[in-house]
């Protein structure tokens, strides 16, 4: 082989690796239609504590418990989501441990809720 050859064939395979392990963290559209079907499964947060390299979410959904952990977005979940909150998780399955899995929706628990009357004018119209 010619070294323009072999140099290619490096070239291909350091570029395939380094899809292969960071594509996923940085691309995600690109590896979801090689992950297989995912389910959406809501539930209510029943818990939440932070620790210093992880965010920890106890789910109440109608298949069981979830103890979801994030690591990678830990603070910004940690801001979105609050006790009472319905929260909806992408996951392959119901599983009652699931690391940084991916969140779908997030409803407030205030969201459902109808906003405050207005007062009613007063007979004399004062």
Request: aromatic share 6%; glycine share 10%.
């Given at each position: 082989m010619t070294r323009g050859v072999v140099a290619a064939l490096l070239v291909g395979l350091a570029a395939?690796?380094?899809?292969g392990l960071l594509g996923p963290r940085y691309w995600p559209e690109l590896t979801a239609p090689f992950e297989g079907k995912r389910e959406l499964l809501q539930g209510e947060?029943?818990?939440e504590e932070r620790r210093e390299d992880r965010y920890l979410l106890t789910l109440k959904t109608p298949e069981?418990?979830?103890?979801?952990?994030?690591?990678?977005?830990?603070a910004e979940v940690d801001l979105l989501v609050d006790p009472g909150d319905r929260?909806?998780?992408?996951l392959?399955?119901?599983a009652p441990f699931v690391?940084?899995?991916?969140i779908a929706r997030v409803m407030k628990r205030d969201q459902g809720a109808a906003p405050?009357?207005?007062p009613a004018p007063s007979p004399t119209g004062r």
């Open positions: 395939g690796a380094a899809l947060v029943l818990r069981g418990a979830i103890l979801a952990i994030f690591r990678e977005r830990a929260v909806t998780l992408a392959r399955g119901y690391t940084d899995p991916r405050p009357a207005a």
